[in-house]
């Protein structure tokens, strides 16, 4: 489909409101905002103040009566406290929450902004029927994992290795049904709505992607081969140029004077599964007694870093400077969270993955194929089992060579202006 237009265009972002997938959508918009178009990102009232540092992104307020101010915050650190299948399972709730507020409220908003062509989070699966509902064009952005479903490719929430034979492509279907039993109810919500709507049944859950463009923040050869990959565009990190500031959380001012010329290990378990001290604690154990130096950052603006006690000297801060610290590393301690991995894989840097819930084992179990990095599986998760992955990722230079590998493959990939290209070519 095509709008036959020759000026500006305006797009609409429909997403979650965790930073994982903000920070990319914002890149995107600055990209479009930049080329002359509009963007509107349709969003909670946590989300305001969130994007607030993108100069002329627009914000359309939903959902204030469902989730009001405060309650994104709330939920992070419920989920920060929970791993493997409770933390996905309440991710699933929580979807299911979005999926009826969006219903309710989404269609309308976008209908009064004039809303050109929609840009839709993966994860945010009623988008694509309110793009059909409103006869508008719509693209499906990837910020996290992928989460099609091949006979090849093991669930994205399990740490399964790639192996195409009947018996893994089995198991992998039984991985799939799982899900979709625990996705029942999200599943169920949109067939309500699509019958309300007057849509046509989706023939499966695949057919609710955009039939015209999808696209995710990968190099093609961090994921696993997929049959289905023509429909996938592999375009790398959706990053912001180097003049501007991702999303984070002003006024708070990371030591650098206290930055010594050891190697820098630098953990972080995102703002999202950072709840959880005794993983802040192995990691601090693993590294007390190693030749470096360790950062820690706890991954919310509210925490007093002087409160926790871990082993070693560590430095413990709120929040950091994600990119510049990464970019100094030795080695980056990460929960798996897509934006530490594909950023630390394009600075050239090796991990240690410690996947804890919902897309993080698919992502670890992919950086270990690569040999970029090692994954420690969170419940099986100890100081000394994680200072034999550090000992062994720090001592063999080929971890960085293969890290060095994907950096060179991701400068490639064409990352937030490919995005663009590709956007703009559907309008």
Known sequence: MS????????????????????????????????????VTLFGVPDTQAKVAAVAGLEFAQIGAAAFPL???????????????????????????????????????AIEARGIDVLLVDQVTRIGGSIAELLALPFVTICNALPINQEPSVPPFFTTWTYQDILWARVRNQLGNNLFNYLTKSVWQAIVVQRQAWQLPPLTDREAGYSQLLQICQLPP???????????????????????????????????FEQLTDKPLIYASLGTLQNQQLQIFEAIATACADLDAQLV???????????EIQLAGNPIVVAYAPHAALIARSSLVITHAGMNTVIGSLSAGVPLVAIPITNE??????????????????????????LRQSIDRVLGDASYRTQAQRMQAIVQQSGGVKRAADLILAIC
């Open 3 to 38: 709008l036959n237009r020759v000026n500006m265009t305006h797009f609409g972002i429909l997403c979650p409101g965790a930073i994982g997938h903000l920070n990319p959508m914002c890149n995107i918009a600055r990209e479009l905002l930049e080329r002359g178009h509009r």
């Open 221 to 255: 050869e961090f994921d696993f081969p997929r049959q289905a990959s023509a429909r996938m565009n592999y375009l790398g990190p959706f990053q912001a140029p180097a003049s501007s500031e991702p999303i984070s959380f002003p006024g708070l001012d990371f030591p």
């Open 360 to 385: 993080q084992p698919g992502i670890a179990t992919r950086l270990a194929r690569t040999g970029a990095g090692e994954m420690v599986p969170v419940k099986s998760l100890t100081a000394e089992r």
């Open 296 to 306: 820690i950052s706890l991954g919310d603006p509210d925490r007093d870093p002087t």
């Open 70 to 108: 405060g309650t994104i915050d709330r939920k992070y650190k419920e989920l920060g406290l929970m791993s493997n299948l409770d933390g996905l399972k309440y991710t699933i709730e929580w979807l299911e929450q979005q999926t009826k507020m969006l219903c309710a409220e989404a269609p309308r």
